[in-house]
């Protein structure tokens, strides 16, 4: 099977998948049966594989190949204003919902760090836990002892953790949208933040000295999100913080 054939078979269980190990946010979509007039369809398939976005979940075993595709200029230029590149399903109501900007961040900040690796090439351990279903809550000790060991994979794990937490209220509004990031989980995951960035986090030497050689490892660029979002989030955090 091809893989743009593949990026558009089960892309409701890819959400789930990524779901579990930071919050029970998961979206049902399925691009296949919406509804495109042929002009539309026209446009959809001029972008058909940076859907692969929304199931990534669904390789585990080939993440690169799909960490490439996302990570491509074509498609981050897609992912930052989606209707603009698809200019003949702007009527399309389902189209607007599954491609609706909180949907899009909360995928990106998670495949972010499922397709980031640390210093010697290897997946950070947040991407093992996404492939293995664990949640933070269930793995908090052990995620938190093997980030720490990379410093492009906290950042990683941070990049994950805010992204989640700046877009879930939006998201959860959306009638494709399943479960909800609950107040227990907004917590634990704004402990692990705290955690990650205070110096309980420490690299070791061996890391330290892998880390000046890290611009010269091949690795995926960070994703930008919506700034003005992500400002408000990082202004909450900081009051819940010190008050």
Do not use: H, W
Request: glycine share 4%; proline share 2%; charged share 20%.
């Amino acid at each position: 099977m091809k893989l743009f054939e593949r990026i558009l078979i089960g892309v409701s269980i890819a959400s789930t998948v990524l779901s579990n190990t930071l919050s029970d946010i998961s979206f049902k979509i399925d691009f296949n049966s919406i509804q495109k007039t042929p002009e539309c369809q026209s446009d959809f398939d001029e972008y058909k594989q940076c859907f692969a976005l929304f199931n990534y979940g669904s390789y585990a075993n080939n993440f690169k190949e799909v960490c490439d595709i996302v990570y491509s200029e074509n498609c981050q230029e897609f992912y930052e204003d989606p209707l603009i590149f698809l200019p003949n399903c702007q009527d399309s109501k389902e189209l607007a919902q599954a491609l609706d900007t909180s949907v899009i961040n909360i995928n990106l900040s998670r495949v972010g760090a499922g397709c980031k690796t640390d210093e010697n090439g290897i997946l950070c351990p947040i991407a093992n836990s996404f492939f293995n279903g664990e949640s933070i809550a269930q793995n908090y000790n052990t995620l938190f002892e093997s980030t720490c060991k990379s410093l492009k994979c906290k950042t990683a794990l941070i990049d994950a953790l805010k992204g989640e937490l700046a877009y879930a209220k939006d998201a959860e509004s959306l009638s494709i949208t399943s479960g909800q990031l609950d107040n227990s989980t907004a917590t634990l995951m704004n402990r692990f933040l705290n955690d990650l960035n205070s110096d309980k986090c420490s690299i070791g030497n061996s890391e330290t000295k892998n880390m000046k050689n890290a611009n010269e490892t091949n690795d995926y660029p960070p994703i930008s999100f919506n700034n003005t979002l992500l400002l408000l989030f990082a202004i909450n955090l900081t009051f819940l913080f010190f008050f």
